[in-house]
């Protein structure tokens, strides 16, 4: 059983940062992709960024591209997602999530993702 659990997440203000970070434990980390996640209260479950099983490929939505960025040290068995700029929209507890499949392309949809963290909540005021 694939294990994820995030941490860093916390209260900020508008322009600050923050780094979340999720470990994982259960399978071989370095096989799959892994993406990032944000609900909002009342909002359906989003996108935030992805990264391929070797780094070699990463996704952002529009709404973080320019401010966040995901990587992941596969020694460490951990994706780390640096958020930049911090804006009070972007107030939502984060999810990290692990592909379901070995080293397939990073994707940006919820249901291709077969492991979920319990998510960590970023508050962001102005």
């Known amino acids: 059983q694939v294990q994820l659990v995030e941490s860093g997440g916390g209260l900020v203000q508008a322009g600050d940062s923050l780094r979340l970070s999720c470990a994982a434990s259960g399978r071989t980390f370095s096989d799959y992709a892994m993406g990032w996640f944000r609900q909002g209260a009342g909002k359906e479950r989003e996108f935030v960024a992805s990264i391929s099983w070797n780094s070699d490929r990463t996704y952002y939505s529009d709404s973080v591209k320019g401010r966040f960025t995901i990587s992941r040290d596969n020694v460490q068995n951990t994706v780390y997602l640096e958020m930049n700029s911090l804006k009070p929209e972007d107030t939502a507890v984060y999810y990290c999530?692990?592909?379901?499949?070995?080293?397939?392309?990073?994707?940006?949809?919820?249901?291709?993702?077969?492991?979920w963290g319990q998510g960590t909540q970023v508050t962001v005021s102005s």
């Open positions: 999530a692990a592909d379901a499949f070995v080293r397939r392309v990073p994707d940006i949809i919820p249901r291709e993702y077969a492991y």
